[in-house]
C-alpha cells in the first residue's frame, strides 16, 4: 500500500499522540456496533481540528446507514464545525464507490480536511486501495496508521484489523469468522449440575451474551439441544434490534424434533440442521453471516478445536471460591490478535 505525496498542504500534521488517542475513541465507537453492520464492516471515524480536538466522532451503525465518515461530516456539518476539519481520522479506507450510500472519497473531499490517517487498508477485493489512492490525489496527505513508529500505534493498527477481522475473512475466504465459546466449571468439566443449563457467574454471562449479539449464527450440537432445550437469544445484554441469526444445528442422525426449529424460529432465529461442520459453514457464509458463535457440548468442541477451523477460543472457567470471578481466556488463531486479549477485546462494555 503506498503512501500518496500531497499536492499541497499549509498546516502541520498532529502529533502522533493526538492520533493514537483519537483511534482509541473511535475504536470504541466503532467496537460498539460491531455485528450490527454485517454485510458491511464496523467503522469508525473522527475529525480533528489542527490542535487534535475531535470535533465529531461516528461510526458505522448498520448497512444501508451513513457510513462513519459521512456520519462524522454530518454531526459537524450540524454543530457549525466544518470550517475546523484539519485531520481525518478513520479506523478502514474511506470506500470510493457508489454502493447503497454515496463514496465517502467525496464527502471528505466537500470539507478543509488535508490529513487523513487510516487504520487499516480495505480488504474488500473490488475496492481495494481506490479510496486512498483517490483522497492522495486530490491532494490530501495521506498515512497509514501501520506506516507510523511506536507501539501505541501498533497496537492501534492491529486493533483496527482486529475490528474488521471478520469481515476480512469473510471477503477472502466467503467462510464466516468462527469463535468457539466454552465453559467450564472448577473440575475442568462443560456439563452443568443437573437440572441447570448454565454454571458461570452473572459477569459471565453478561460476556456469554455480548458474543451473541455480535454473532449473525450461532452454531451447536443436537446433544446440546437434547439436553438443554437450549433459547440462545440475547438476554443478559440488550439486543440490536431487527437483527435475525441463523441457528445450525449438526444433527446427523435427526435426534432433534421439529417442534425446536419451529420454537427456535418463534425467537427470531433462522434454524437449520447440517450433516457436517463444513456443510454449516458453507450454508451460513451464503446467507451473508460474517461471524459465528459456536456454543456446542464437549463432542462438537473438540472436533472443531482438533479441526483447526476456528478464529478465537474464549475458555471461561468457574473459579473455586465462591467470591472470585470467573477467568477468562482468549486466544486467537491469528497470534497477532493475541497481543489485543487483555487491552482491546471488542466486545464493548455497554449493557
Ligand atoms: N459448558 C459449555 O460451554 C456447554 C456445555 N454444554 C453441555 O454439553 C452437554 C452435551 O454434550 P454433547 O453431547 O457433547 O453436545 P454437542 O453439542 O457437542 O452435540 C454432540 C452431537 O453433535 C453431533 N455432531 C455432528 N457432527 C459432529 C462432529 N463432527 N463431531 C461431533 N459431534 C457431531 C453428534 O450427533 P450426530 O452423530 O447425530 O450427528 C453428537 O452426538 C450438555 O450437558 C450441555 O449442557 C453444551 C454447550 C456448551
Ligand atoms: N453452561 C454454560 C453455557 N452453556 C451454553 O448456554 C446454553 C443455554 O443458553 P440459554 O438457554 O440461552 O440460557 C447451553 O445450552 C450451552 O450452549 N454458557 C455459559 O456462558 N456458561 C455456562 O455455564
Ligand atoms: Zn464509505
Redesign the pocket.
Known sequence: MGIVKPLSISGKRLSDEAIVSAFEQVLGEAGRFAGATSPNPPVGCALLDSAGNILAMAAHERAGHAHAEAAAIALARQRGLTSRIHTVVVTLEPCNHHGRTPPCTEAILTTPAEFLVIGCADPNPHVAGGGAVRLGEAGLDVTYLEAMIGEPAGAAALACRRLIAPFAKKAATGLPWITL?Q?L?ECGS???PSG?????SAA??K???RL?RRADAIL?GSG??L???????V?HVSDFTEKKRSLAILDRRGRVADSYLSEARARGFEPFVAQSFSDALRQIGAAGAQEVLV???PLLTEHILQSGLWDAHVV?T?SAAANDGDAVAVRYRDEAFDLLKNTAWPLGDEE
Open positions: 465459546k465453559a466449571d462443560m456439563i452443568p441447570e443449563k448454565t454454571f458461570t459471565s454471562l460476556l456469554a451474551h451473541r451447536t446440546t439441544v439436553a438443554d432445550n437450549p433459547s440462545f437469544t438476554r456454543e456446542a457440548g471461561i468457574k
